[in-house]
Structures are given as structure tokens and as C-alpha cells.
């Protein structure tokens, strides 16, 4: 099976090279490509030593004894049979999850060995993790990886002239109305399937969503089947409940309620908790927006919740993508609440791989007065707001509420539209939003 290149190997490759190189632990839900892009990297090594500690039980006491970092290299490569020298070797240490002491020991490696190339992962890593505070602070790096982002989607299909065609395209210079509409037919390709590494690759080599269904529920069981190994700290149903219900609320305000009547709304909250910090599930905060950090006024009574996949979300919804891939996915792609998702996840695809991802909105409730933003977002000391509208129209009166109460210099909506501006509110189709945190990481 041909790798498909993704943006992080050119994060992995720097990585490769720093004279700065901390250990690098690579954090995400499962089935990610976690895996894949080490294995890539490992190639341009003279060696590569990959240890599965969930399989090598055997090599956990390695970890839990008084060696150092260069001693229990030396154990490892007698393990496996090949060198473990520093410039020479990548070490990988897989499932690192599995065994809470390795996870601890990494921090020594920068202290007593920062010349040796190191990288840990893990399937729900941050399930461990929380019961580790301060494992590494200064001495490990923590690299976040998500699924295929469209744009990469479009790449790993041979269609690079595409992305160059909306990158350069701007509200001011709409792209050419053909050149739009074939993006958008790839756009609802992409949004129907997701951008699951696995299913990528179904798609790239078959182009039968048929196929890709299958994978998709392949996926969808093996993370359930995970959460059987934390029924000691939640119990697995509790996890599928509500992870099901984050599905079936992917539209609006996530109400704890309406989860499941036999749960409390503590035991709700905390298995949200554990599902966010798996990866599964990105929180959607309100904030103030009265200044930055947007973080500093939110309130979590008012979240809205939203799945890392959209393919996973058709999937967990019973929806079959083929028929209604048949039957017209403009019907389903002109629902909001999937656009939304859409957006957010495009939006913690392209921010700062190097941090946890944040996302916020803004609502304000007043009588006969409602107003809702979808996201808010900062760049520099400004914060803009961004409104997502699944079709062509659609009221802005939301947007120009925010703008004038905090004094925004622009807007931003969202929509299948070609690029478009009506006076201070800049028009980016769905399939472009990346083109604005690419603009604001360049200015």
C-alpha cells in the first residue's frame, strides 16, 4: 500500500533535523496515521527500531528499572536485533499508553540523551496521561495529529492544481465559476467520508464510497471496542452513550439531559471529559470575545459538541453515503449543523499542530434578541468572527450584531458560494476556510 504524504511529515522532517530536539510525543484519536507517518520518517534513517509495548509486555520492566536512557537502548536493540545509535536511529515506541513507567522515563531521554532520535505514541494516550500531571513539562514535545484535512484529501487524489486554484483565489478574486463548482463536488465527496487515514486510502485507490462505508464501520466498532480497556475507570457503555449522543446533537447546544435519562449529569460531564481528551470530541466554548485570550471570559454552560470525523459522524448517524451520494448530497450538505462540523474540524486541522486544539463561539441571549456567532477566532490582537452557512444564503444578521457590539474590523462568512465580499463581511467558500488561518499564520 503507496503512503500517502501528509502535512506533518515536513513537521516530523524539521523535527528530524533540529539541534533543539526534544523527545516527541505524537497525541490524537486512534487510527489517525500516528503510526504511518513514523514509519515514513523512519525511512530516511539508517535504522529504524519500532517497539509495540502493548505486544512486548516484556520490555515494560526495562522501564521500571534504575537504567538510563542509554542502557535501556542497549536492552531494546538486543531485543530486536538492531543498532540503536544516536544519528543513526529513530526510535519508536508505540502504545507507550500500555506502560505508564516508559511514559515517565521519556524526560530523562532529553537530559541524558537529547542526541538520540526519539518518538512516543499512543492509542487514547491522554486517557493515561491525565493521571500524569506535569509528565514532561520543557522536556517533551507533544505533536497533535487529526485526520486528513480537505486539503490534503485533494492532494492524496492527484488534484494539486485544485488547491493552488483556491489558495490563490481571495474575496476579492473569486475563482472561475467552473473551477468553484468542481471544488464543491469534491467538497461533498470529502464531507460525506471524512478524512479517516484508512478510508482515504479506500477512496484513492477504488473511488467507491460503498467500500469506504465499510471502512468507516470497521472504525466506528474498533473505537468502541477501545473503550473496553478504561470500563475500570468508565463504564464502556457510558462512553458509547454519550459519545452517540454528541452525534445526535451535532446541531446547537449540547444538552447533558438529553444524553440519557438513567445518567447523571455529573457522570455525563466527566465521560464528555475523557472523550475530549481522547480526541474524539472537540468542545465549542462560548466566549465573550471582549478582548484576547478568547479563553479568559467563556462559560461552559454554553458548549456546543462536535465529532473529530465527519465521515465517523455519518457512519454513527445510519446514514449510507452511496445513496446519498446517488440521490444528491446538496440536500444533506445544505444542513448546517454537518457544515459547522465541517468548519471546526477544518479549523483544528490547520491550527498549531504543537497545541491542544480550542474552538470557540459566541451566543448572546436576550428577549426577542438572539444572537449566535459559530465561531470566533483570534488573529494578532483582533478577533474575527466567522459565520457558517451551509448553501448560498442566508441571513448575516448575527454577524453584523457581533461587529457592531465589539467593533470588529470584518467578518466572516462561510458558505458553498464562491468568494465574495459585501462591504466588511469577506465571503470564503466552505471548502476554503484554511485559506484564512493560512493567511493570518502569513501576515
Known amino acids: 500500500m503507496q503512503y500517502i ?31 504511518s507517518s513514523v514509519r515514513h520518517l523512519g525511512k530516511s534513517f539508517k535504522y529504524y527500531v519500532e517497539i509495540d509495548l502493548n505486544e512486548h509486555r516484556e520490555l515494560h520492566e526495562l522501564f521500571s528499572q534504575m537504567l538510563t536512557p542509554q542502557e535501556i537502548c542497549l536492552q531494546l536493540s538486543y531485543a530486536v536485533n538492531i543498532p540503536i545509535e544516536a544519528g543513526e536511529t529513530l526510535l519508536f515506541i508505540d502504545e507507550i499508553q500500555s506502560c505508564p513507567e516508559a511514559i515517565n522515563k521519556l524526560r530523562y531521554f532529553y537530559e541524558q540523551y537529547p542526541e538520540l532520535h526519539l518518538i512516543a505514541a499512543g492509542s487514547l494516550l491522554e486517557f493515561v496521561l491525565a493521571d500524569i500531571p506535569s509528565f514532561g513539562v520543557g522536556r517533551i514535545r507533544s505533536l497533535f495529529m487529526y485526520p486528513f484535512s480537505f486539503e490534503e ?29 468542481k471544488i464543491l463536488q469534491r467538497f461533498r465527496s470529502f464531507i460525506l467520508m471524512g478524512g479517516m487515514p484508512r478510508v482515504v486510502q479506500e477512496y484513492v485507490e477504488t473511488k467507491d464510497l460503498r467500500r469506504c462505508q465499510l471502512v468507516l464501520n470497521d472504525l466506528v466498532v474498533s473505537y468502541k471496542d477501545d ?33 440519557n435519562d438513567n445518567l447523571s449529569l455529573s457522570q455525563v460531564k466527566i465521560t464528555l471529559e475523557l472523550l475530549v481528551t481522547a480526541g474524539l470530541v472537540y468542545p465549542v466554548v462560548h466566549s465573550a470575545a471582549n478582548g484576547i485570550p478568547l479563553g479568559a471570559e467563556t462559560n461552559e454552560r454554553y458548549q456546543r459538541m462536535v465529532l473529530f470525523d465527519t465521515g465517523i459522524l455519518m457512519r454513527m448517524l445510519g446514514l449510507n453515503l452511496a445513496e446519498l451520494f446517488v440521490q444528491g448530497i446538496e440536500n444533506l450538505t445544505n444542513k448546517g449543523s454537518l457544515a459547522e462540523v465541517f468548519v471546526a474540524n477544518e479549523l483544528v486541522k490547520n491550527s498549531s499542530c504543537y497545541e491542544p486544539p480550542q474552538l470557540f463561539c459566541w451566543h448572546r441571549e436576550k428577549k426577542d434578541s438572539q444572537a449566535e456567532v459559530d465561531f470566533v477566532v483570534q488573529k494578532g490582537y483582533d478577533i474575527i468572527p466567522i459565520e457558517v452557512k451551509a448553501g448560498t444564503r442566508g441571513s448575516m444578521q448575527s454577524l453584523r450584531i457581533f461587529m457592531q457590539e465589539k467593533h470588529s474590523a470584518y467578518g466572516v462568512r462561510t458558505s458553498q458560494e464562491n468568494f465574495a465580499q459585501y462591504d466588511n463581511i469577506k465571503v470564503y467558500p466552505l471548502y476554503a476556510i484554511s485559506n484564512l488561518i493560512r493567511q493570518w499564520k502569513e501576515s
Not at 501528509?6 to 516530523?12: G, I, S
Not at 485533494?154 to 473551477?179: F, M, R, W
Open 227 to 259: 473503550f473496553k480497556k478504561y470500563r475500570k475507570r468508565i463504564p464502556e457503555e457510558r462512553l458509547t452513550t454519550v459519545l452517540e449522543s454528541v452525534a445526535r446533537q451535532h446541531s446547537g447546544r449540547f444538552v447533558y439531559s438529553n444524553v
Open 5 to 35: 504524504e501528509r502535512d506533518v511529515d515536513r513537521k516530523l522532517r524539521e523535527w528530524g533535523v533540529s539541534d533543539q530536539r526534544m523527545p516527541l510525543l505524537i497525541r490524537g484519536a486512534r487510527q489517525v496515521g500516528k503510526t
Open 153 to 181: 484529501f485533494l492532494h492524496a487524489n492527484g488534484e494539486d492544481l485544485l488547491v493552488a486554484a483556491y489558495q490563490s483565489a481571495s474575496p476579492e478574486k473569486p475563482l472561475n465559476t467552473i473551477v468553484h463548482e
